[in-house]
């Protein structure tokens, strides 16, 4: 499966970015799907998943402000984030853990 992220770029603290995850190679509608993020000197650190049944989880240092949907027409995952500060920089990854296959990875960077 191959996993194409996008969306990412300079948002201002306190702002919004969605980004998307586009899986192609396979049909991931009965699939777990993640994003993970890392930051700068930081290990990579689970920020949301969703399960093949709409069940989501998340990290506690997002909850409440990011949101992980998808859409199994599309293949495709998202992630819309909100009311970020600059401790959000990071790049971000789609994963999918039934194939253990990660996403290019998209840079987001929060600063005024």
């Known amino acids: 499966v191959q996993l194409q992220a996008s969306g990412g770029g300079l948002v201002q603290p306190g702002g919004s970015l969605r980004l998307s995850c586009a899986a192609s190679g396979k049909i991931l509608g009965l699939k777990a799907m993640a994003w993970h993020r890392q930051a700068p000197g930081k290990q990579r650190e689970l920020v949301a998943v969703?399960?093949?049944?709409?069940?989501?989880n998340y990290a506690d240092s997002v909850k409440g402000r990011f949101t992980i949907s998808r859409d199994n027409y599309k293949n495709t995952v998202y992630l819309q984030m909100g009311s970020l500060t600059p401790e959000d920089t990071a790049v971000y990854y789609c994963y999918v853990p039934a194939y253990r296959a990660w996403g290019q990875g998209t840079l987001v960077t929060v600063s005024s």
């Open positions: 969703i399960n093949s049944g709409g069940a989501t």
